[in-house]
C-alpha cells in the first residue's frame, strides 16, 4: 500500500510533479517522508513548506500508514 | 440605523434571503473593513463588499496604475495608468454605489502604522502581494485583536483563509503564522505569472467570507485553509490549529519573530537606489562593482558584467561572509523588490555600500530598447 503525496505552488516547479506515490512499507512519520522526499528531490531541501496529513497540518512526527494523504503546501505571496 | 427605501430596493436580493434579510443588510451597513492592497484580489474584494452594501470601508495601497495591471485588476482602465489606485478605485466604487462611505490610504501599510489605521476598522482583508505586508497584516492584526481574512495566489493556484477570528463560543482560530511561522522563503518578484481570472475566483471568497463573518451565517474558514487549484479543478480545506506559542511571541514583540514582518521593502535606511541609466554608465566605466542577480527559481542570464553573480535572495544569507569583502554591491531582480529586501538584508548584515536597481530588469530592458530607438 501506498502513501500518495500532493505538491502545490512552487513545489510543482522544483519537482516537476503535482502528485507523486512512495511504498508506506518504509515511511513511518513525516520525518521518514521528508528525508526521502529531499533524496528524491533536492530542491524541496530550501523550500519553505507545511506538511497536511489527511487535511490537518501536522508537524514533523505525526505517523503515517497506507493510505494517508500527505499535502505539501508552500506560502504563496502572489495578490 | 435603518435602512432607506433606495437601500431597501438596492438589496432587494439580500433581504429576499432568510440568512441576511434587513437585519443582516443592517449588519453590512454598520460593518467597518480595511481592504490591504487595492490589486488582483483587492479589486473583486472592493467590487463585491461596495456592492454589498458595506458601509465603511478603507483602502491602503500606495501604488499607481500600470498597463501590464489591467489583464487582472478590473477597477481600472487604461486612461487611470500612473493614477494612484486607490483614488480611482474609490472614484468607480462611490459610482457603483454612493451609499458607502469610502476612505484611501496611499502608503504602504507597515507595523508603524498599522495601529492607526487598523482602530477605525472591525474586519481587515489582507489582499497583499507580498509577504512582508502579509505577516505586518498577521502581527498587527493579532496585537489589535482584529480578524483578517487572508487571500494569495500563484500561477493557476489559490488560498483563502479566516485568520484570528473569535467564534460565538469566544475561541479565536488559528493566524497565517500558524500556519507558516516564517516568512523563510522570499516572496518572488512579478516575473511569476499569474491567470487573469484566478484573483477574481480567490477575491470573491475573501468578499464572501467577509459577508459571512459580518453577517453570522454558515461556517466560515476559521481554522482552515482552503486551497483551490484552478487547472485541475480540485479544491482542500486543510485544518490549522491555533498556536499559542506563536502567538504570544507576536504579542510581545520577540525580535525574532517579528523582524522580518517588521522590514518594509524598498524605505529601509542605508540602501541606496540605483537607476538603470546610472548603473548603465558604471558598467561601460567598469566600475568597481559587484553585481548580483537576486532572483529565485529559473530564469534566463541577468545582466552581462565582468564581476557578477546570480544568489537567490533566500540563499543570500549564507554569502553574506565572502560579500563582505566587496565594496559596493548593486543587487537585482525582475521588478525591484525582491532585491529591495535583498539589499536591506546585507545592510542589516553590515555590508558598507549596497545599491538596489529600481525598477529591476524591466526597467533595464526598458531603458536598453530606448538607446537602440
Known amino acids: 500500500m501506498k502513501i500518495n503525496i500532493l505538491l502545490f505552488g512552487v513545489l510543482t516547479e522544483v519537482t516537476g510533479e503535482t502528485q507523486l506515490q512512495v511504498d508506506a512499507e518504509n515511511i513511518h512519520d513525516l520525518n521518514d517522508l521528508h528525508t526521502w522526499l529531499v533524496k528524491k528531490h533536492p530542491g524541496l531541501q530550501d523550500k519553505t513548506f507545511q506538511y497536511a496529513v489527511n487535511q490537518a497540518i501536522s508537524s514533523a512526527g505525526h505517523p503515517l500508514q497506507a493510505g494517508d494523504e500527505v499535502a505539501l503546501l508552500p506560502p504563496f505571496s502572489g495578490g | ?373
Open chain 2, 1 to 373: 440605523m435603518h435602512l432607506s427605501n433606495r437601500e431597501k430596493d438596492r438589496y432587494q436580493k439580500h433581504i429576499l434571503l432568510s440568512e441576511i434579510g434587513e437585519q443582516g443588510q443592517l449588519k453590512l451597513k454598520a460593518a467597518r473593513v480595511l481592504v490591504i492592497g487595492a490589486g488582483g484580489l483587492g479589486c473583486p474584494v472592493l467590487l463585491y463588499l461596495v456592492s454589498a452594501g458595506v458601509g465603511n470601508i478603507g483602502i491602503v495601497d500606495d501604488d499607481v496604475v500600470s498597463l501590464s495591471n489591467l489583464q487582472r485588476q478590473v477597477l481600472y482602465s487604461t486612461d487611470t495608468i500612473g493614477k494612484h489606485k486607490a483614488d480611482v478605485a474609490k472614484e468607480k466604487l462611490l459610482a457603483m454605489n454612493p451609499e458607502v462611505q469610502i476612505t484611501t490610504y496611499t502608503l504602504r501599510f507597515s507595523l508603524k502604522n498599522a495601529p492607526d489605521i487598523l482602530k477605525d476598522y472591525d474586519l481587515v482583508m489582507d489582499c497583499t502581494d507580498n509577504l512582508y505586508t502579509r505577516y505586518a497584516i498577521n502581527d498587527s492584526c493579532i496585537r489589535a485583536d482584529k480578524p483578517f481574512i487572508y487571500g494569495s495566489i500563484h500561477r493557476f493556484e489559490g488560498q483563502v483563509a479566516l485568520f484570528n477570528w473569535r467564534d460565538k463560543t469566544g475561541t479565536k482560530g488559528a493566524s497565517y503564522r500558524c500556519l507558516f511561522p516564517e516568512a523563510g522563503e522570499a516572496p518572488n518578484c512579478s516575473e511569476v505569472g499569474v491567470i487573469g481570472v484566478l484573483p477574481g475566483i480567490i477575491g470573491t471568497y475573501q468578499a464572501m467570507e467577509a459577508i459571512k463573518v459580518i453577517t453570522g451565517i454558515g461556517q466560515p474558514l476559521s481554522g482552515k485553509l482552503l486551497v483551490v487549484d484552478t487547472l485541475y479543478n480540485t479544491q482542500r480545506v486543510i485544518r490549522i490549529n491555533r498556536n499559542e506559542t506563536i502567538i504570544e511571541a507576536v504579542l510581545k514583540e520577540k525580535p525574532e519573530l517579528i523582524t522580518e514582518a517588521a522590514k518594509t521593502p524598498v524605505q529601509s535606511s542605508g540602501v541606496q537606489q540605483i537607476t538603470s541609466r546610472e548603473l548603465r554608465k558604471l558598467l561601460a566605466n567598469k566600475a568597481d562593482l559587484y553585481l548580483i542577480d537576486v532572483r529565485e527559481g529559473l530564469h534566463d542570464e541577468g545582466i552581462a558584467y565582468s564581476h557578477s553573480t546570480a544568489i537567490p535572495y533566500s540563499h543570500l544569507a549564507a554569502y553574506v561572509d565572502e560579500l563582505m569583502e566587496e565594496n559596493k554591491v548593486v543587487v537585482y531582480c525582475q521588478s525591484g523588490r525582491t532585491s529591495a529586501m535583498a539589499a536591506t538584508l546585507l545592510i542589516d548584515y553590515g555590508l558598507p555600500e549596497v545599491y538596489n536597481l529600481v525598477g529591476g530588469l524591466n526597467e533595464w530592458e526598458k531603458e536598453k530598447n530606448k538607446e537602440v530607438i
